[in-house]
T-cell receptor, first 113, second 114 residues
């Protein structure tokens, strides 16, 4: 049973470009969470999705950031017009039910030049 | 305000020694408390989970305790190994009606030296 998969593992973008991060949850998990971690800081919750629905996006910046979890395929975190401050590790986690143990992927490290 | 505070912020110990990490929370109502281990460059991995009625939970050399009255938890690591070097994060589930929310601590960075 494969764990949570994220790709790409590393992503380099120039300021103003778009970054698209993908997350495939564990088999049987329909709840997906995205977190951001700046260097030397803790995890910060961004958004929680359950198949095709955004349940809680209270941690998501109001502009340039969006997330989706379509019926088929991985969850996508999209960052438009990236800025240097977006450079961070973005982790995805999945769970079988909300409030249950979250299993994390290896993260995508975004570097904005 | 629902918060999770961990101490110390960082800790360095010698291989083979024991250590205890602290977690204080003000989350209410509370559902459960988890300890995660995050190795450098990797995603967190769950170590233990405790509900309101549990006082202690062990996972190998890791033992977590919970005092729901004082809203304190600790993670005790016995006979530390070099591979224990990581960040240890305390996470408390806030029971906000239909929307349970995880409140994350900032973690304790543990270094184990030979």
């Amino acid at each position: 049973n494969a764990g949570v998969m994220q790709n790409p593992r590393h992503l380099v973008r120039r300021r103003g470009q778009e970054a698209r991060l993908r997350c495939s949850p564990m088999k049987g998990h329909s709840h997906v969470y995205w977190y951001r971690q700046l260097p030397e800081e803790g995890l910060k919750f961004m958004v929680y999705l359950q198949k095709e629905n955004i349940i809680d996006e209270s941690g998501m910046p109001k502009e340039r950031f969006s997330a989706e979890f379509p019926k088929e395929g991985p969850s996508i975190l999209r960052i438009q017009q990236v800025v240097r401050g977006d450079s961070a590790a973005y982790f995805c986690a999945s769970s079988r039910g909300h409030g249950e143990t979250q299993y994390f992927g290896p993260g995508t490290r975004l570097l904005v030049l | 305000k629902n918060q999770v505070e961990q101490s110390p912020q960082s800790l360095i110990i010698l291989e083979g020694k024991n250590c205890t990490l602290q977690c204080n929370y003000t989350v209410s109502p509370f559902s459960n408390l988890r300890w995660y281990k995050q190795d450098t460059g990797r995603g967190p991995v769950s170590l233990t989970i405790m509900t309101f009625s549990e006082n202690t939970k062990s996972n190998g050399r890791y033992t977590a305790t919970l005092d729901a009255d004082t809203k304190q938890s600790s993670l005790h690591i016995t006979a530390s190994q070099l591979s224990d070097s990581a960040s240890y994060i305390c996470v408390v589930t806030h029971n906000a009606g239909n929307n349970r929310k995880l409140i994350w601590g900032l973690g304790t960075s543990l270094g184990v030296n030979p």
